[in-house]
Nanobody, 119 residues
Framework: QVQLVESGGGLVQAGGSLRLSCAAS????????MGWYRQAPGKQRELVAS???????DVLDSVKGRFTISRDNAKNTVYLQMNSLKPEDTAIYYC?????????????WGQGTQVTVSS
């Protein structure tokens, strides 16, 4: 079992910045990859960025150059630095961890944090 606790969402004007944090606890040694997804009203959940235990990252094209994902292994925490925010970035952001459970990858989710970007 892995527990994920998110923080850092809020309301910001277009062009502003926010940093999301996600702290993992529990069976953290089995975490393969952590990432951030988002879901806007009426839209499907999409992967924003992910980072493997080895540090390899994958970032959504529409946020490349603006968002950066990083992790602090000592704190078991993953961060999403969001700069130059746009109204279209408004969504609920969810932390995700892909965890090895009995030789299968299992997804765990945080509770979600609201990010609202005003124009």
């Amino acid at each position: 079992q892995v527990q994920l606790v998110e923080s850092g969402g809020g309301l910001v004007q277009a062009g502003g910045s926010l940093r999301l944090s996600c702290a993992a606890s529990g069976s953290i040694l089995n975490i393969s990859r952590m990432g951030w997804y988002r879901q806007a009203p009426g839209k499907q959940r999409e992967l924003v960025a992910s980072i493997t235990s080895g540090g390899s990252t994958d970032v959504l094209d529409s946020v490349k150059g603006r968002f950066t994902i990083s992790r602090d292994n000592a704190k078991n925490t993953v961060y999403l630095q969001m700069n130059s925010l746009k109204p279209e970035d408004t969504a609920i952001y969810y932390c995700n961890a892909a965890v090895w459970v009995l030789f299968r990858l299992t997804d765990y989710w945080g509770q979600g944090t609201q990010v609202t970007v005003s124009s």
